[in-house]
């Protein structure tokens, strides 16, 4: 007679360290060297001891850190045996039978566990094995404890495609292309390099770019910002009867609006072509004499195309007990070409370069 014994359901959170005292179920068939002999009367001919382990774990791949919770099968040899008369190829079939769908148990678990629940990781592994137990006292009696070897090979036969087919959770399906809503922030260096009528009037201007990120699946939403400075004035700019004079330092940059969509997305990068809305302004710095008589800004409305590649450098995935989160870190170079509606002394376009780093956290 075949006799499961289970674990107490606390003993399933201990950590992966009992290496010396267990046999795991992914280091190959078990044979009779995994149990001890005893002989004890009829009907009890076998006790065969297993359970799942669990314990968190951080592993890194390629530029991605997960930290999750990583499981085993396992038996315990010290309370597994078999009578000295019934060490049989069929009982050993038998047992490694009830092994592998406690393997099975394992992955369905954690298959629970990834997609989200409300039940703790050990809970969910407790009701599976459970299941476990059940399914074990049907093949004990219907095999007649693993004596009758026409049912053991039909029960092994059945346990082995089933285990075949429930796969093991693969951390790496979340790796690419992942759903859900994101938000986060950049900060870098960004340039502005006027073309047109007004480039006879200013030099170019760099400085701080500055926003926030919002993207649902594939759209992306960017509001952005850009403080540039380190331009001057070429020529005097007449302003009715306020004037900036050659030579005068000058500030300028935008706030803007884009949305973008995501045509390509890996591992390590994000290309997004984006358009989008806001305002572009120039300032003159100084305080001249005449200053009452005029503005120290003009400012009109633009309109803006380009493209964004984000460099992911790093990524950390996270999985607890009823969420996902996917927090990237990225590099982000932007190519995008502006028209602002200046009124004076004409309307002008840019061309932009930024390079920023960005952090952008999903829950999945």
Request: proline share 5%; aromatic share 14%.
């Amino acid at each position: 007679m075949a006799c499961t014994l289970l674990y107490a359901q606390s003993s399933t959170n201990s950590p992966l360290t009992m290496d010396s005292s267990v046999r795991y179920w992914d280091e190959g068939p078990l044979t009779f060297d995994n149990f001890s002999t005893r002989d004890t009367e009829w009907p009890v001919i076998s006790q065969f001891g297993y359970n799942i382990m669990y314990s968190p774990k951080e592993w890194k791949i390629g530029n991605t850190v997960i930290r999750a919770y990583d499981s085993r099968s396992f038996m315990n040899p010290y309370s597994s045996w078999v009578h000295s008369k019934y060490r049989t190829d069929e009982l050993l079939q038998y047992i490694q039978t009830e092994f592998d769908y406690v393997e099975i148990c394992r992955r369905r678990a954690m298959q629970d566990y990834l997609r989200g629940s409300e039940f703790t990781l050990g809970e969910i592994i407790g009701f599976h094995l459970e299941v476990a137990d059940s399914f074990m006292a049907k093949m004990k009696e219907e095999t007649r404890q693993g004596l009758d070897s026409t049912a053991v090979k039909d029960y092994a036969r059945r346990v082995s495609l089933e285990l075949a087919q429930t796969e093991d959770v693969k951390y790496n399906d979340l790796m690419i292309n992942p759903q859900g809503f994101a938000m986060g922030m950049h900060i870098g260096i960004a340039s502005e390099f006027y073309t047109g009528p007004i480039a006879d009037y200013v030099t170019p201007i760099a400085g701080l770019e500055y926003g926030f990120d919002f993207c649902f699946s594939k759209v992306n939403l960017y509001l952005s910002g850009l403080l540039g400075l380190g331009g001057q004035y070429k020529k005097d700019i007449p302003m009715g009867d306020y004037q900036w004079d050659a030579g005068e330092q000058m500030t300028g940059g935008n706030l803007d609006i884009s949305f973008g969509y995501t045509i390509y997305e890996s591992q390590w990068w994000k290309i997004s072509p984006f358009a989008g809305i806001g305002v572009g302004f120039i300032d003159c710095p100084s305080t001249p004499e005449n200053s009452s008589q005029g503005p120290t800004e003009i400012n009109a409305f633009r309109y803006q195309f380009g493209i964004a590649a984000d460099y992911k450098f790093l990524r950390i995935i996270g999985i607890n007990q009823a969420t996902r989160g996917l927090t990237e870190f990225s590099l982000r170079p932007r190519f995008y070409i502006a028209h602002t509606s200046f009124p004076i002394p004409a309307p002008s376009w840019t061309i932009n370069f930024g390079l920023s780093v960005n952090m952008l956290t999903r829950i999945m």
